[in-house]
């Protein structure tokens, strides 16, 4: 069973930076694709960034390319989500998400396993 659990959200003004983590455990080998998942009030979950299966190609939506990275330290099992020149538009609640999955999706439905989210608050 793998569990998930984010940590590093806060506020910050427009144009600060924040760097979420998400400790993983309950898996020892790296054929998840993993991913961050944003959801404003009211909005739809969207993705924000994934990171295929040992690190091999990292994907990212067009609102945050270039403003956020995502990686992984294999070391401590933990995934990272640098976030830089934050927006208020970047406002929502950020999850991390594992899909047992050789490729990553932008459909939420096809992750199995999630955290229970971080607060990021980004005021103008």
């Known amino acids: 069973q793998v569990q998930l659990r984010e940590s590093g959200g806060g506020s910050v003004q427009a144009g600060g930076s924040l760097r979420l983590s998400c400790a993983a455990s309950?898996?020892?080998?790296?054929?998840?694709?993993m991913a961050w998942f944003r959801q404003a009030l009211g909005k739809e979950r969207e993705r924000v960034a994934d990171?295929?299966?040992?690190?091999?190609?990292?994907v990212y939506a067009d609102s945050v390319k270039g403003r956020l990275t995502v990686s992984q330290d294999n070391a401590k099992n933990t995934l990272l989500l640098q976030m830089n020149s934050l927006q208020p538009e970047d406002t929502a609640t950020y999850y991390c998400?594992?899909?047992?999955?050789?490729?990553?999706?932008?459909?939420?439905?096809?992750?199995?396993?999630w955290g229970q989210g971080t607060q990021v608050t980004v005021s103008s």
């Open positions: 998400a594992a899909a047992m999955s050789v490729r990553c999706y932008y459909d939420p439905r096809a992750y199995a396993y």
């Open positions: 990171i295929y299966p040992r690190g091999t190609t990292t």
């Open positions: 309950g898996y020892t080998d790296n054929w998840y694709c």
